[in-house]
């Protein structure tokens, strides 16, 4: 295999007390595999992609892009989201294969020579699976299991305990960037884009600097957009939901006509089975409207084809 070059994209938000530790590891690993005989590594840039972070995140990656001429560092106008500050990085990329990792060093940089040997062997895609979740709380293990759950129930294909640490070849990446979609789930399009793919499990520590910047919040939303950027299988539940209703209170309603006309002198039924149905019928009506809003919105978002992200200044050109 011929020489090749490698970007590593990481997106970063609020991270000044981080970068300056974990940049330099970074550095230092990568110029060893760029050293390392095994592989055929001859150059490699650091994309440091600052999501409109509100402390000193960017003079900090200004300072980095100075001092090694392989930190590059890309700013967007605004916090655009993990998801799309990682695309941001993807567009900068021109080396022959990307990695992408976070800031923290969560991931084991480790494993980056297993993909890039992956690479050697002609294999498009390289991605990083946690194989065990112990840093993890228990709370966060068992709603990513019930989340994996309900995706396969929706039908959606996702790697499990993959996240977006993950090997791309140029072409595997031209295939991803071919999607415009602003709802972005990396994660979900990868198994759609077809390759030859490789699991790589490894052990993801605990975030011992900075803390976590996925807020309750940002969760639900990624979570939310991977079940319907994927699947119309919330609205189908939503129909059968409704057409199960509309049979059972046809049903009722002719039982209840026939008792009236049979037996006219039977009691009228009280107040529970009046105002229970109701609220029932209420809070199924509120939730179908809820889905079908949550897919209008995305559709909405979609025709309108805003920016997914927008670079402000970068460190270097090309
Ligand atoms: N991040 C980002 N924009 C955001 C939130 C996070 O670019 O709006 C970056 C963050 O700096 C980190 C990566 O995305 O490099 C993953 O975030 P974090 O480590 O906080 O998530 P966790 O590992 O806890 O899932
Ligand atoms: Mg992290």
Same mark, same amino acid.
């Given at each position: ?15 000044? &007390?981080?970068?300056? /530790? ?21 150059? %490699? ?5 600052? &999501? ?8 900090? #990656? ?12 890309? =700013?967007?106008?605004?916090?655009? !989201? ?13 080396? &022959? ?18 993909? @890039? ?6 294999? &498009? ?13 228990? !709370?966060? $293990? ?6 994996? $759950? ?14 977006? %640490? ?18 972005? %789930? @990396?994660? *979900?399009? #990868? ?25 309750? =919040? ?23 939901? !409704?057409?199960?209703? %509309? ?17 006219? /002198? ?16 209420? *809070?199924?009506? #509120? ?5 079908? *809003? ?11 084809? $805003?920016?997914?992200?927008? #670079?402000?200044? $970068?460190?270097?050109?090309?």
């Amino acid at each position: 295999m011929s020489d090749y070059a490698l970007d590593l994209v990481v997106p970063c938000y609020n991270e000044e &007390d981080v970068l300056p /530790q974990t940049v330099p590891v970074m550095l230092t690993h990568l110029r060893s595999l760029a050293a390392d005989p095994e592989l055929n590594l001859n150059r %490699f840039r650091i994309l440091l992609v600052n &999501d409109g972070s509100v402390d000193g995140t960017w003079p900090v #990656i200004e300072a980095l892009a100075r001092e090694n001429p392989e930190v590059v560092g890309v =700013r967007l106008s605004r916090n655009f !989201g993990h998801q799309n500050a990682l695309l941001a990085g993807l567009h900068e990329v021109t080396a &022959d294969v990307c990695v992408s990792m976070d800031c923290d060093l969560q991931d084991d940089i480790g494993v980056i020579k297993s993909m @890039l040997l992956v690479y050697q062997r002609g294999t &498009d895609l390289a991605l990083g699976v946690r194989n065990d979740r112990s840093s993890d709380s228990s !709370g966060k $293990r068992r709603t990513a299991n019930a989340y994996y $759950r309900l995706l396969s129930l929706m039908g959606v294909r996702i790697i499990e305990n993959h996240a977006d %640490f993950r090997m791309m070849s140029r072409r595997a990446l031209a295939a991803l960037l071919e999607h415009s979609e602003v709802n972005l %789930f @990396l994660r *979900g399009l #990868i198994p759609t884009l077809g390759f030859s793919v490789t699991l790589i499990p490894y052990k993801r520590m605990s975030r011992t600097l900075g803390e976590t910047k996925y807020t309750l =919040r940002k969760m639900i939303r990624l979570a939310i957009d991977g079940v319907t950027s994927f699947s119309i299988a919330p609205l189908r539940a939503v129909a059968i939901l !409704g057409t199960c209703v %509309f049979a059972l209170s046809t049903g009722a309603g002719l039982y209840f006509l026939m008792e009236r006309l049979l037996n006219p /002198q039977s009691v009228t039924p009280g107040w529970a089975s009046t105002v229970l149905p109701l609220l029932f019928l209420g *809070g199924v009506q #509120i939730l179908s409207i809820g889905v079908l *809003g949550e897919y209008i919105g995305k559709i909405y978002m979609e025709v309108k084809r $805003r920016p997914r992200f927008i #670079i402000q200044e $970068r460190t270097k050109d090309g």
